[in-house]
């Protein structure tokens, strides 16, 4: 079960105050404990207290990538997928290619093809998977277009748009066929 509670304080035109708490309930279970009656009263009473509490907070602010990087999708293969790394926590993150493209410095466009959250805590990665840039032309800069119902943070509030540029590594060009022979007769 999982349960969002807010508290933040609302600007007029609709936009929260940077103070805000956010708290969740993640997990909640109650165990019961079978009680044996001895000696009866007119007036019993049963206590109950909490016996493990943890708590997990999450940013309710502007969620920002701080650096992006090509990493290996399979076996030697580097030119198709993006690791986006954010400050805080990302959801919402699958189904969203539509709304990002990649240029390298010679204008060359590369649309996404697929996105997904890295399944490993903390959840700020998201690899972003495009069309082969094995060809790119220097740096390479993720765009991403923010629309209705794209990435959110961490309590699902929206993560406007951005472009991250990197240095990509281990691209290998496409072979191009040679030319074997010319004949002239």
């Known amino acids: 079960m999982s349960l969002f509670i807010r508290y933040g304080i609302w600007a007029a035109q609709g936009t929260p105050d940077l103070n805000q708490i956010t708290a969740m309930i993640s997990l909640f279970s109650v165990a019961t404990t079978e009680v ?3 000696n009866y009263e007119l007036e019993e009473s049963l206590t109950a207290s909490v016996s493990d509490i943890s708590v997990w907070v999450r940013y309710a602010g502007d969620t920002v990538p701080v650096s992006a990087q090509n990493i290996e999708s399979t076996t030697d293969q580097w030119g198709n997928r993006i690791g986006i790394i ?9 189904g969203q290619e539509a ?7 010679a204008s060359h466009t590369y649309l996404g093809t697929a996105t997904a959250i890295v399944e490993t805590y903390p959840y700020n990665v998201l690899w972003l998977d495009a069309q082969d840039f094995n060809a790119s032309v220097g740096d390479l800069t993720v765009h991403y277009t923010d629309a ?7 309590v699902g509030q929206s993560i406007s748009s951005f472009n991250v540029t990197f240095t ?5 060009a496409p072979e191009v066929p040679g030319l074997e022979a010319i004949w002239n007769e």
């Open 36 to 38: 044996f009656w001895h």
């Open 86 to 94: 954010f400050d805080h926590d990302i959801t919402n993150g699958i």
């Open 99 to 105: 709304k990002f493209t990649v240029t390298d410095t």
């Open 148 to 154: 209705s119902g794209g990435l959110q943070g961490g």
């Open 168 to 172: 990509p590594i281990n691209l290998g």
